[in-house]
């Protein structure tokens, strides 16, 4: 079992839809909870980072962090063409590396 | 401007050349990182290094050898080349769990 899962999609949506892009973790050492965006033929640049359970909100993007679940949830409001990409997941533990998920391929049409 | 290069960003070459994909970042950043890419699948750790003569192989097996001999540098080394390894290679660099990546460089073994 991978230790972060997530369906690559693809997502296709209208312009101005919510989206809701899911993982799922195995290990419940993990506390630290990321989401990078990555353009095409560019690295991937991190949107948001998360701590534990709970919500943390910055402007249109909302991560949500569910331990007992062990699932992730990224929220994009009013999305936007700009907001095409693929959007990974990634965990840790307190001490040990980063785990990355394969990504989710968004295409927001207008 | 701070920010983590990486050259070149695309290379085909025969079976069995020596290759060295360059990589280096202004942030003054003692952790950095290699990592494959293949499409629709995570990233995976294939070398880093925590500082100056510092380095480790990450989860992936890898054929690869990396130094770091500048905190600003860390190149990766291929001494013969072969189709499988034909891949996307991103590096990163932190200071603390916020990684920033580099463009990639688009690697085609012939």
């Known amino acids: 079992q991978k230790e972060v899962e997530q369906d690559p999609g693809p997502l296709s949506v209208p312009e101005g839809a919510i989206v809701s892009l899911n993982c799922t973790y195995s290990?419940?050492?993990?506390?630290?909870f990321m989401w990078y965006r990555q353009y095409s033929r560019k690295g991937p640049e991190l949107l948001m980072y998360t701590y534990s359970s709970g919500n943390k909100e910055d402007g249109r993007f909302t991560a949500q962090v569910d331990k007992s679940s062990k699932y992730i949830s990224l929220f994009i409001r009013d999305s936007q063409p700009s907001d095409s990409a693929t959007y990974l997941c990634?965990?840790?533990?307190?001490?040990?590396?980063?785990?990355f998920g394969p990504g989710t391929s968004l295409s927001v049409i207008p | 401007e701070a920010d983590i290069y990486q050259t070149p960003r695309y290379l085909v070459i025969g079976t069995g050349k020596k290759i060295t994909l360059e990589c280096s970042q202004t942030m003054g950043h003692d952790k950095m990182y290699w990592y494959q890419q293949d499409p629709g699948m995570e990233l995976h750790l294939i070398h880093y290094s925590y500082g100056v003569n510092s380095t480790e192989k990450g989860d992936l097996s890898s054929e690869s050898t990396v130094s770091r001999i500048r905190t600003e540098h860390f190149p990766l080394t291929l001494e013969s080349a072969r189709p499988s390894h034909t891949s996307q290679y991103l590096c990163a660099s932190a200071a603390g769990d916020e990684q920033f990546f580099g463009p990639g460089t688009r690697l085609t073994v012939l």
């Open positions: 990634a965990s840790k533990t307190s001490y040990d590396k980063v785990i």
């Open positions: 290990n419940s050492a993990f506390q630290y």
